[in-house]
């Protein structure tokens, strides 16, 4: 078992509807220390590609993203969540839909922070159905810039995200894979 597989059964908390909470450490307390080890885990995984820039989505992506870039030594930038519907003309874009709050958001990034060319690492910190993963490729796609390799730190393996991104063909880091969880016995099986 490794370290982030070990901390979800010490304090994560099976929810109703498919839900993990991690609140205690990664979402709204943060264990620094977990998330240094989570960065130095990603730098060995993409060790042999070179990464420009870090992406990630607002909010929960931004503490691991910020780990990620320091360990990788290259800027980082996250996706905005925004409330305005009229796309400027100086930003990139793309619908997302909330895995967690069922809602439809429109997240942007400005044209000045990701250029042609540049080989971007995408992390966040659960994949479930994929939505937040796609909108974030789209946006490199639209940059002209290439998704050079994606990290997260739980996937719940028995949702479609990880299959759809595995299929696009990219290199896919969950640090835990879960393939199934209960939220009436609380029992976490991993893969
Ligand atoms: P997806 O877009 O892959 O359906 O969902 C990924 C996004 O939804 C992540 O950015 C994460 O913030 C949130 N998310 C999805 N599943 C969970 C979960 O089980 N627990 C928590 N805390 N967040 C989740």
């Known amino acids: 078992m490794n370290f982030i597989e070990e901390r979800i059964l010490k304090d994560g908390i099976v929810a109703k509807g498919n839900v993990l909470k991690v609140d205690s450490f990664l979402n709204h307390q943060m264990d620094i220390s977990l998330l240094e080890e989570i960065a130095k885990e990603f730098k060995s ?48 874009s793309a619908e997302v839909e909330s895995f967690t709050h069922k809602t439809i958001n429109h997240v ?33 796609q639209q940059a002209d ?3 050079e390799g994606i990290g997260i730190v739980i996937e719940k393996g028995f949702q479609d995200g990880g299959k759809i991104i595995r299929n696009l063909g990219y290199q896919l880091e969950s640090l835990a894979i879960i393939d199934d969880m209960n939220d009436l ?3 976490i099986k991993f893969r």
């Open 45 to 92: 995984r993409f060790n042999d590609k070179k990464i420009d820039k870090i992406l990630t989505i607002e909010s929960s992506g931004i503490a691991i993203a910020c780990m990620c870039a320091k360990e990788f030594n290259v800027p980082m930038v996250f996706a905005k969540k925004s409330k305005s519907i009229n796309i400027e003309g100086d930003v990139y």
């Open 185 to 187: 016995t609380k029992e």
């Open 108 to 140: 942007i990034v400005s044209k000045k922070f990701i250029k042609a060319h540049e080989n971007i690492l995408i992390v966040d910190d659960f994949l479930a159905n994929g939505c937040a993963l796609q909108g974030l490729i789209s946006i490199v």
């Open 145 to 147: 810039a290439k998704v």
